[in-house]
């Protein structure tokens, strides 16, 4: 009776996570310090997260870290969420192979400084075997411009008689966009109790189940982690089907 208890338990667990990372800002501002601190708290709360989804057999965790829109706040700030990166980039590689952590990458590159390019393929090369957890983390990305970027390469392919109109669909869609290489996230999260997906996995999470934590991101640890996954248990997830009595 135990084993199946575990086994319907473990059935139920996403094996793909997406977080939004959101309330730094709010975090830091609350304790009267600079928004920078909030960024770091929250780089301490990506690592206790990564452990936790170890720990419970998630094999795939995607965090927004910085979207397209983000470059409109100050520079400073801008400044500072990029020095972050470079530090725990190089910081981390070791430690993240050593768990047997796979780091990728989605977003806009091209809009990324080159030694922040340099410092995002040689943690991917260096992490490329690991077969515990993969994260992927969306830098410089928005959903809407993800999707302008596969339009352009499907209209591309057809200017050219690679592919006929007729054949696109939706699996020829997903293919270009950047989580090419990886599945649909199950549930997706965001902290700060805001409640909008802020042009985030618009295409992939149109069958995602949605969960709003009130806690500020730096402040999430494993018993929030837990909270999010026992709503995601009660979901009675469909995909459009109707439910059999």
């Given at each position: 009776?135990v084993?199946?208890?575990?086994?319907e338990?473990?059935a139920?667990?996403?094996?793909?996570?997406?977080?939004?990372?959101?309330g730094n800002?709010?975090?830091?501002?609350?304790?009267g310090l600079p928004r920078?601190?909030?960024?770091?708290?929250?780089?301490?709360?990506?690592?206790?997260t990564?452990?936790?989804?170890?720990?419970?057999?998630i094999g795939?965790l995607?965090?927004f870290?910085?979207?397209?829109?983000?470059?409109r706040?100050?520079?400073?700030?801008?400044?500072?969420?990029?020095?972050?990166?470079?530090?725990?980039?190089?910081?981390?590689?070791?430690?993240?192979?050593?768990?047997g952590?796979?780091?990728?990458?989605?977003?806009d590159?091209?809009?990324?400084?080159?030694?922040?390019?340099?410092?995002m393929?040689?943690?991917?090369q260096?992490?490329?075997k690991?077969?515990?957890?993969?994260?992927?983390?969306?830098?410089n990305?928005?959903?809407r411009?993800?999707?302008?970027?596969?339009?352009?390469?499907?209209?591309?392919?057809?200017?050219?008689?690679?592919i006929?109109?007729d054949?696109?669909?939706?699996?020829?869609?997903?293919?270009?966009?950047?989580?090419?290489?990886?599945?649909?996230p199950?549930?997706?999260?965001?902290t700060?109790?805001?409640?909008?997906?802020?042009?985030?996995?618009?295409?992939q999470?149109a069958?995602?189940?949605?969960?709003?934590?009130?806690?500020?991101?730096?402040?999430?640890?494993?018993a929030?982690?837990?909270a999010?996954?026992?709503?995601?248990?009660?979901r009675?997830?469909?995909?459009?089907?109707?439910?059999?009595?």
């Amino acid at each position: 009776m135990v084993a199946v208890e575990q086994s319907e338990h473990e059935a139920r667990i996403p094996n793909h996570v997406a977080v939004i990372m959101d309330g730094n800002g709010r975090w830091a501002k609350l304790r009267g310090l600079p928004r920078a601190a909030g960024h770091q708290a929250g780089a301490e709360a990506v690592r206790r997260t990564l452990k936790a989804c170890i720990d419970l057999g998630i094999g795939h965790l995607t965090i927004f870290a910085f979207s397209s829109e983000n470059w409109r706040r100050p520079e400073q700030e801008v400044d500072d969420l990029m020095g972050l990166l470079r530090f725990y980039l190089k910081k981390e590689i070791s430690h993240l192979k050593g768990r047997g952590i796979r780091l990728g990458f989605i977003g806009d590159r091209t809009g990324l400084a080159p030694d922040i390019l340099e410092i995002m393929s040689h943690a991917e090369q260096q992490t490329a075997k690991g077969d515990r957890l993969c994260v992927t983390v969306a830098l410089n990305y928005g959903a809407r411009d993800e999707i302008v970027r596969a339009m352009r390469s499907l209209g591309q392919d057809i200017a050219q008689g690679r592919i006929s109109p007729d054949a696109i669909d939706e699996a020829l869609i997903t293919a270009r966009l950047d989580t090419k290489n990886i599945p649909d996230p199950d549930l997706i999260i965001r902290t700060s109790g805001e409640q909008r997906l802020s042009n985030f996995l618009a295409w992939q999470g149109a069958y995602a189940e949605l969960v709003f934590a009130p806690v500020l991101w730096p402040d999430f640890g494993r018993a929030d982690l837990d909270a999010a996954l026992d709503e995601y248990q009660k979901r009675d997830r469909r995909y459009g089907e109707v439910a059999v009595s």
